[in-house]
């Protein structure tokens, strides 16, 4: 048994408090699904959402969350697939009485495409709303330090001015703290267009525990995310296509179940998650064997599953 596998039965009876991986949409896309990236981080009272596809509010309604118990979402990039239940979420969350701050971030672009929806809605949130964009300029000439960004702290002190959506840009050596005990890394991946993923650490001194998952999605297998995902308990990461459509993988800038597996055996991870599966496969076994070839604790996961990571 890996520190992954527990169920709930088992962290009543520890008194635990788990990190929980609640996935809520695991597929690439296609018309009508409702199975787009989504995947919902909790540790006790703090709920990060990593993508918002499609439908996401009532999905979340679906496993048991309010949508005002969200506090961050992070976002990969600025495809459709990825980005389209943002909005909605954001509305709901408002008209749900929440006024509790919502932390975003993601890439260039996201505050604008934000500012637009909103002026066409003729809406605001009815509370404040940091947008933490990844800047790619922030970085050139500026001090390879890593810059730690307390979003928690950022927030109140800009003036609020007539809106309550606040950008800010943060470079891309930027950790981001939420809360005592959950850091973020966001770090550029590469696909047709600019793509995040990222490193979350949750380190409780209290607990004496640290857990890690990287979640990286829509890009070519790296070296990059050798290096920023070493060691972690989870990751999670693009597999769109099995090895015989590697050419598809190229063309599109993807990864194949193979490569992810690579990836996860370089980076010494504990365990790998096969993810954003190009709906084509009605069978994903061929994913999972293929990558399980190289690299023995990868699992492929279904909407609404759970993993619970002790640490
Ligand atoms: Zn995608
Ligand atoms: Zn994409």
Redesign the pocket.
Same mark, same amino acid.
């Given at each position: 048994m890996g520190p992954w596998i527990l169920n709930e039965k088992y962290i009543r009876r520890e008194k635990m408090n788990p990190v929980v991986l609640t996935f809520l949409g695991v597929s690439g896309p296609y018309p009508g699904s409702d199975d787009l990236p989504s995947v919902l981080l909790t540790y006790g009272r703090t709920n990060i959402l990593l993508d918002a596809g499609e439908g996401i509010q009532s999905k979340l309604l679906k496993v048991g969350k309010s949508v005002t118990s969200i506090n961050a979402v992070l976002i990969t /990039?600025m495809?459709g697939d /990825?980005v389209l239940g943002l909005v909605p979420l954001i509305q709901s969350r408002s008209l749900a009485g929440s006024t509790t701050p919502l932390y975003l971030v993601g890439p260039e672009g996201l505050y604008e495409y934000l500012i637009c929806s909103f002026k066409n809605l003729y809406f605001e949130p009815g509370y404040k709303t940091g947008v933490f964009e990844v800047s790619p300029q922030a970085e050139e000439g500026i001090s390879k330090e890593v810059e730690i960004v307390d979003l928690v702290n950022a927030l109140p002190t800009q003036p609020a001015g007539d809106t309550p959506l606040l950008k800010f840009s943060i470079s891309k050596n930027s950790l981001l703290r939420l809360g005592n005990d959950v850091y973020v890394k966001p770090f550029e991946v590469k696909?047709s267009i600019t793509v995040l993923a990222y490193r979350i650490d949750i380190k409780s001194r209290l607990e004496g525990r640290n857990v890690s998952i990287c979640y990286v999605t829509?890009t070519l297998p790296l070296e990059e995310t050798v290096k920023e995902c070493y060691g972690v308990n989870v990751l999670i990461h693009d597999s769109t296509f099995a090895s015989d459509l590697n050419d598809k993988a190229l063309e599109y800038k993807h990864s194949t179940s193979i490569k992810a597996a690579e990836i996860a055996l370089k980076s010494h991870a504990e365990m790998l998650v096969l993810y954003h599966i190009s709906p084509r496969y009605k069978d994903k076994l061929k994913l999972l064997s293929e990558a399980r070839s190289l690299f023995e604790h990868t699992y492929i996961v279904e909407k609404y599953w759970k993993l619970y990571i002790k640490g």
């Open positions: /990039h495809h /990825h696909h829509d």
